[in-house]
């Protein structure tokens, strides 16, 4: 019996799904540094501020010799600490970027480029990754530059409109898988992709879903291929 999925456009969709389980997977990791990053700067914020409190004094004295020696126990932390927490969040941040933006450019948009062409009704999820994406990036990177003058606020904030509108071209891009392959965990990640808009760590929770269900379609696509 002639698989459901087409055989000829299997293994298109094979490739299309590691690519986006490659993605999900950088994500993930993305996800996990940049959280790491600001745990550490919380952290180091408040052992900074602890540490900068007043600390009781020592004093030694001897009889007929009085010797007054403070030690100042912070002193050296203080020092420390601002270059410990520059170093750890870029590198960390850096990182972190740097995966989030090769998963988004060099795996998922490659991926949604397949589907597309092995379904002409992906375009609508790869056209909004892609415009929301590269120009809220864009933008991003333009703002945070001009954010000493006025002109930055309003770039950051049409960023974060175009990186939602990529946001949801990945939700609907998992709608389609849903329609496409009746996968209800790829529904359960487009909704939570959705969300994550008001509940960003919801995303994080998405790719998980994104990375699990798309090595079990390519299983099932490879399972069938053979029959």
Not at 43 to 49: F, I, K, P, R
Not at 102 to 125: C, H, I, M, Q, V
Request: with cysteine; hydrophobic share 55%.
């Amino acid at each position: 019996m002639e698989s459901r999925y087409g055989s000829p456009s299997v293994l298109g969709y094979v490739e299309a799904f590691c690519l986006l389980r490659e993605a999900a997977l950088y994500m993930i990791i993305s996800s996990l540094l940049i959280g790491i990053g600001f745990v550490v700067v919380i952290a180091t914020v408040a052992v900074t501020w602890f540490m900068a409190s007043p600390r009781p004094s020592i004093h030694i004295s001897t009889p007929g010799h009085p010797i007054s020696t403070t030690i100042e126990s912070s002193s050296i932390t203080m020092s420390i600490t601002p270059v410990l927490l520059v170093i750890t969040m870029f590198v960390v941040l850096v990182v972190g970027a740097i995966l989030a933006l090769y998963a988004l450019f060099g795996k998922l948009l490659p991926a949604t480029s397949r589907l597309k062409n092995l379904d002409p009704e992906f375009g609508t999820s790869e056209t909004l990754i892609k415009i929301g994406f590269l120009v809220g990036l864009l933008l991003l990177v333009m703002g945070v530059v001009t954010a000493i003058v006025f002109i930055g606020i309003p770039l950051i904030f049409a960023a974060k409109i175009m990186l939602i509108i990529g946001l949801i071209g990945i939700a609907i891009m998992c709608f389609k898988m849903n329609s496409r392959f009746g996968s209800t965990t790829f529904l359960i990640a487009g909704i939570l992709f959705i969300l994550s808009i008001i509940v960003p760590i919801l995303d994080f929770i998405a790719w998980i879903l994104v990375y699990v269900e798309s090595g079990t379609l390519i299983e099932k696509l490879q399972r069938q291929q053979s029959l």
